[in-house]
């Protein structure tokens, strides 16, 4: 199983638009945060986990060249602004739609958002098409098993993703965008080969991990390997891996993790 690390920054992205007082080095390009997204492949799937409004530079960066499946974590503009890039995808699939898998929100949020495209087949070549799919406790997928739980994120409830590879056992754990990690979501990823979770900065925030606080879910989840997403510019890259545990580092865009 990989995954790729696709985007790693915040909503803002990094560095951010018409502001000069960056925290973190930007003469290291592991700094530079576009908004978060991520690709697995497990058991010869490719599972695409959110659109970010980079998606297509994000794709060709990362020579993503096919896409099975999609799930939307939650409908914020930085995780859905992107679906529209993948029309090229469904042209690679006859022209058929792809199965968007997400919560009554983020489904709810895509119809919204592209009402031309909620169909079984694109109208024309070269259009998009989403066959829209309510995801439940698990998502059964040739070689993939798919535990979701949910995750409070302010008033939205967003979707933790595992990820279970049949002919490996291998977990990998998606946590992104989250205040908390319940019972449920901790329960599911305990002794994961691989656990991404939220850190937006240092400082308290009323919707997002802090750094210490993601550091104590990974302690109490037993992860052998954590990589910490979604982070703000004070979060630098050099810093953090002098001040984290060997096996516990930032994320950052075009990084491949294999299980």
Same mark, same amino acid.
């Given at each position: ?19 000069? %007082?960056?925290?973190? &080095?930007?003469? !290291?390009?592991? !700094? ?9 492949? #497990? ?21 993503? %060249?096919?896409? =099975? $499946? ?5 409908? *914020?503009? &930085? *995780?859905?602004?992107?679906?529209? =890039? ?7 699939? &006859? ?25 079984? /087949?694109?109208?024309? /070549? ?6 829209? !799919?309510?995801?439940? =406790?698990?998502?059964?997928?040739? +070689? ?9 994120? +302010?008033?939205?409830? @967003? ?14 754990? $998606? ?27 240092? %400082? ?9 606080? #993601?550091?104590?879910?990974?302690? %109490? ?16 890259? =050099? ?17 491949? @993790?294999?299980?």
């Amino acid at each position: 199983m990989e995954l790729i690390f696709l985007g790693t920054g915040t909503s803002q992205g990094v560095p951010m638009i018409a502001f000069h %007082e960056h925290k973190c &080095d930007l003469n !290291n390009p592991k !700094n530079w945060r576009t908004r978060t997204s991520a690709h697995v492949i #497990a058991a010869g799937l490719h599972i695409q986990i959110d659109a970010a409004p980079e998606f297509r530079l994000q794709c060709i960066s990362n020579k993503i %060249e096919k896409i =099975d $499946y999609f799930i939307l974590t939650h409908g *914020h503009s &930085d *995780h859905v602004m992107g679906m529209d =890039d993948l029309r090229r995808f469904c042209d690679q699939r &006859d022209s058929s739609a792809i199965d968007v898998y997400s919560t009554d929100e983020g489904l709810n949020r895509v119809a919204e958002i592209y009402p031309y495209a909620i169909m079984d /087949k694109p109208r024309y /070549k070269g259009y998009p098409a989403f066959r829209l !799919n309510l995801i439940g =406790d698990t998502l059964e997928l040739p +070689g993939v098993t798919i535990h979701t739980t949910l995750m409070p994120h +302010g008033s939205l409830q @967003v979707l933790g993703l595992l990820f279970h590879e049949h002919g490996t056992g291998h977990r990998l754990a $998606y946590y992104t965008d989250c205040k908390d990690v319940p019972s449920r979501a901790r329960k599911l990823a305990h002794g994961c080969e691989v656990m991404v979770l939220d850190a937006l900065r240092y %400082e308290e925030h009323p919707t997002h991990l802090t750094l210490n606080e #993601a550091l104590a879910v990974s302690a %109490e989840c037993g992860a052998q390997r954590t990589f910490l997403t979604h982070m703000t510019h004070h979060m630098d890259y =050099d810093v953090l891996c002098k001040r984290l545990p060997a096996h516990i580092r930032p994320a950052y865009d075009g990084l491949r @993790v294999s299980t």
